[in-house]
Protein backbone atom coordinates (compact mmCIF):
# COMPACT_ATOMS: atom_id res chain seq x y z
CA UNK A 1 0.00 0.00 0.00
CA UNK A 2 0.96 3.55 -0.41
CA UNK A 3 0.43 5.83 2.15
CA UNK A 4 0.62 9.51 1.01
CA UNK A 5 1.32 12.36 3.93
CA UNK A 6 0.37 15.97 3.22
CA UNK A 7 -0.48 18.83 5.07
CA UNK A 8 1.23 22.42 5.73
CA UNK A 9 5.12 23.09 5.47
CA UNK A 10 6.45 22.34 8.71
CA UNK A 11 3.71 19.95 9.20
CA UNK A 12 5.83 17.04 10.23
CA UNK A 13 5.67 15.09 7.06
CA UNK A 14 9.16 14.42 6.52
CA UNK A 15 9.66 13.20 10.49
CA UNK A 16 6.23 11.50 10.81
CA UNK A 17 7.00 9.93 7.31
CA UNK A 18 10.74 8.52 8.16
CA UNK A 19 9.66 6.74 11.48
CA UNK A 20 6.11 5.44 10.03
CA UNK A 21 8.04 3.29 7.18
CA UNK A 22 10.49 2.20 9.70
CA UNK A 23 7.68 0.62 12.34
CA UNK A 24 5.95 -0.86 9.04
CA UNK A 25 8.94 -1.87 7.02
CA UNK A 26 7.86 0.26 4.27
CA UNK A 27 10.38 2.39 1.58
CA UNK A 28 10.21 6.11 2.16
CA UNK A 29 9.89 8.77 -0.51
CA UNK A 30 10.49 12.77 0.11
CA UNK A 31 8.92 14.11 -2.98
CA UNK A 32 10.82 17.12 -2.62
CA UNK A 33 14.20 15.39 -2.32
CA UNK A 34 13.44 13.19 -5.59
CA UNK A 35 12.31 16.82 -7.28
CA UNK A 36 15.54 17.77 -6.49
CA UNK A 37 17.74 15.10 -7.41
CA UNK A 38 16.02 14.91 -10.86
CA UNK A 39 16.49 18.79 -11.43
CA UNK A 40 19.97 18.80 -10.28
CA UNK A 41 18.84 21.84 -8.38
CA UNK A 42 17.57 22.96 -4.80
CA UNK A 43 13.28 23.56 -4.31
CA UNK A 44 14.28 27.38 -3.69
CA UNK A 45 16.55 27.69 -6.89
CA UNK A 46 13.70 26.17 -9.01
CA UNK A 47 11.22 28.30 -7.79
CA UNK A 48 13.81 31.55 -8.01
CA UNK A 49 14.57 30.53 -11.81
CA UNK A 50 11.30 29.12 -13.10
CA UNK A 51 9.09 29.83 -11.03
CA UNK A 52 5.89 27.62 -8.83
CA UNK A 53 3.87 26.91 -12.37
CA UNK A 54 7.40 24.91 -13.36
CA UNK A 55 7.77 23.11 -9.39
CA UNK A 56 4.06 21.94 -9.78
CA UNK A 57 4.81 20.49 -12.86
CA UNK A 58 7.89 18.89 -11.79
CA UNK A 59 6.09 18.12 -8.38
CA UNK A 60 3.42 16.47 -10.50
CA UNK A 61 6.06 14.09 -12.99
CA UNK A 62 7.68 12.61 -9.80
CA UNK A 63 4.69 11.92 -8.71
CA UNK A 64 3.80 9.89 -11.42
CA UNK A 65 6.97 7.90 -11.49
CA UNK A 66 6.41 6.40 -8.42
CA UNK A 67 6.68 3.02 -8.85
CA UNK A 68 7.04 1.32 -5.37
CA UNK A 69 4.02 -0.68 -3.61
CA UNK A 70 4.95 -0.57 0.22
CA UNK A 71 5.86 2.74 0.56
CA UNK A 72 5.57 6.23 2.33
CA UNK A 73 5.48 9.41 0.17
CA UNK A 74 5.86 12.91 2.23
CA UNK A 75 4.48 15.14 -0.01
CA UNK A 76 5.52 18.76 -0.60
CA UNK A 77 3.15 21.11 1.29
CA UNK A 78 1.36 22.49 -2.08
CA UNK A 79 0.81 19.07 -3.26
CA UNK A 80 -2.93 19.64 -3.55
CA UNK A 81 -2.92 22.77 -5.51
CA UNK A 82 -2.84 20.74 -8.31
CA UNK A 83 -6.12 18.84 -8.42
CA UNK A 84 -4.94 16.59 -11.28
CA UNK A 85 -2.42 15.22 -8.02
CA UNK A 86 -5.39 13.77 -6.59
CA UNK A 87 -5.85 11.00 -9.01
CA UNK A 88 -2.42 10.36 -9.21
CA UNK A 89 -2.13 9.59 -5.13
CA UNK A 90 -3.26 5.49 -5.76
CA UNK A 91 -3.44 5.09 -2.06
CA UNK A 92 -4.32 6.25 1.20
CA UNK A 93 -4.12 9.98 1.73
CA UNK A 94 -2.82 11.35 5.21
CA UNK A 95 -3.45 15.22 6.44
CA UNK A 96 -1.41 15.62 9.22
CA UNK A 97 -3.07 18.95 10.30
CA UNK A 98 -0.92 20.85 12.35
CA UNK A 99 -1.09 23.77 14.59
CA UNK A 100 -0.48 27.22 12.92
CA UNK A 101 1.72 27.99 15.86
CA UNK A 102 3.84 24.85 16.48
CA UNK A 103 4.06 24.81 12.79
CA UNK A 104 5.85 28.47 13.35
CA UNK A 105 7.86 27.58 16.05
CA UNK A 106 9.18 24.19 13.86
CA UNK A 107 9.66 26.68 10.40
CA UNK A 108 11.75 29.28 12.98
CA UNK A 109 14.89 26.53 13.09
CA UNK A 110 14.33 25.57 9.17
CA UNK A 111 15.42 26.62 6.13
CA UNK A 112 13.16 30.00 4.77
CA UNK A 113 10.36 27.84 2.37
CA UNK A 114 10.23 29.90 -1.05
CA UNK A 115 6.29 30.24 -0.80
CA UNK A 116 7.19 31.87 3.01
CA UNK A 117 9.03 34.99 0.93
CA UNK A 118 5.61 35.68 -0.44
CA UNK A 119 2.52 34.58 1.36
CA UNK A 120 1.93 34.00 5.35
CA UNK A 121 1.52 30.94 6.91
CA UNK A 122 -2.07 31.90 7.48
CA UNK A 123 -2.81 32.91 3.81
CA UNK A 124 -1.46 29.53 2.72
CA UNK A 125 -3.67 27.50 5.18
CA UNK A 126 -6.68 29.57 4.27
CA UNK A 127 -5.65 28.68 0.20
CA UNK A 128 -4.91 24.85 1.00
CA UNK A 129 -7.28 24.15 4.02
CA UNK A 130 -10.11 22.52 2.05
CA UNK A 131 -7.84 21.41 -0.61
CA UNK A 132 -6.22 19.00 1.85
CA UNK A 133 -9.25 18.20 3.37
CA UNK A 134 -10.99 17.24 -0.38
CA UNK A 135 -7.41 15.43 -0.89
CA UNK A 136 -7.63 13.47 2.73
CA UNK A 137 -8.82 9.70 3.06
CA UNK A 138 -7.40 10.26 6.87
CA UNK A 139 -6.97 13.34 8.73
CA UNK A 140 -4.41 13.02 11.75
CA UNK A 141 -3.77 15.52 14.51
CA UNK A 142 0.42 16.55 14.57
CA UNK A 143 0.35 18.44 17.25
CA UNK A 144 1.67 15.81 19.59
CA UNK A 145 4.69 14.10 19.10
CA UNK A 146 5.06 12.29 15.86
CA UNK A 147 5.82 8.59 18.17
CA UNK A 148 2.35 9.23 19.10
CA UNK A 149 1.10 10.92 14.88
CA UNK A 150 2.67 7.33 13.95
CA UNK A 151 0.80 5.33 16.42
CA UNK A 152 -2.76 6.94 14.96
CA UNK A 153 -1.77 6.47 11.64
CA UNK A 154 -1.19 2.32 12.76
CA UNK A 155 -3.93 2.23 14.68
CA UNK A 156 -6.60 3.18 11.32
CA UNK A 157 -4.58 0.70 9.23
CA UNK A 158 -5.13 -1.57 11.76
CA UNK A 159 -8.81 -1.34 11.66
CA UNK A 160 -9.13 -0.72 8.04
CA UNK A 161 -7.22 -4.29 8.07
CA UNK A 162 -9.91 -6.07 10.12
Known amino acids: MRIYLIGMPGSGKSTVGRLLSK ?3 YSFVDLDGVIE ?5 F ?3 IFETFGEKKFRQLETEALKNIH ?5 ISCGGGIVTVKENK ?4 GLKVYLDTDIDLIRNRLANDYERPLLK ?19 DLIVSNDVSPEETV ?8 KKAK
Open 23 to 25: ALN
Open 37 to 41: KDALM
Open 43 to 45: IET
Open 68 to 72: DEDVI
Open 87 to 90: ALMN
Open 118 to 136: EKSLEHILDERFLKYQDFA
Open 151 to 158: KMIRKHLE
